[in-house]
């Protein structure tokens, strides 16, 4: 390796180092002590993702999608749609950051593959990225759960923005069981 891509891959771990420590809005937002960073989400999604049993769906892809789904956080934050910016904008100001990403990788192979699955989870068209947006949305409730139970709070907002709009059977079951020890608590 020489010395500038070795560069290189130190200072995107930098970048990548700021998901580590930016915390999720929403659970700032409900008051939440020790809230979960962005890293932490994307973290157990990679875990779900691995977990799908499905023969039709690329599971490596997925769960490459999930471990950079929310790479461009690190450098624009974690906008909700409660922070009054638009789908258009979020967009666009996610799109500049992993545009960044990707040149301070030196725009190689492996930058335009982070590249690549960013779109297509944005995009939302393959199995493979509704799949993802399944595990993102999921991961969300079961941590809104998580939460409940130990902070006493009621987080309903997050269930209500999420129901019925599960598509893969496996992340259908999976939501099934949350709310059944929802319900249970």
């Not at 979020?90 to 990788?105: A, D, F, N, P």
């Not at 059977?169 to 059944?180: L, M, S």
Request: glycine letters at 4%.
């Amino acid at each position: 390796m020489s010395q500038s891509s070795a560069s290189s891959v130190i200072e995107f771990l930098s970048i990548v180092e700021r998901l580590k420590r930016t915390k999720r809005t929403g659970w700032i937002n409900n008051g939440i002590s020790g809230p979960e960073s962005i890293a932490d989400h994307m973290y157990r999604m990679g875990i779900m993702a691995m977990l799908i049993d499905d023969a039709t769906i690329d599971r490596s892809k997925c769960v490459k999608m999930s471990i950079v789904h929310d790479l461009a956080e690190a450098l624009v934050g974690d906008i909700t749609p409660y922070d009054g910016v638009s789908k258009e904008q979020k967009y666009e100001l996610e799109r500049e950051g992993m545009h960044k990403i990707v040149q301070s990788l030196g725009n190689s192979a492996v930058a335009q593959e982070i590249e690549m699955l960013w779109l297509e989870f944005e995009k939302n068209e393959t199995s493979e990225a509704k799949l993802v947006h399944d595990l993102d949305k999921c991961e969300m409730i079961q941590q809104a759960m998580e939460y409940e139970f130990s902070d006493e709070k009621q987080l309903d907002s997050f269930f209500d923005s999420t129901k019925g709009i599960f598509t893969h059977p496996q992340v259908k079951a999976w939501v099934d069981e949350i709310y059944r020890r929802r319900k249970a608590f």
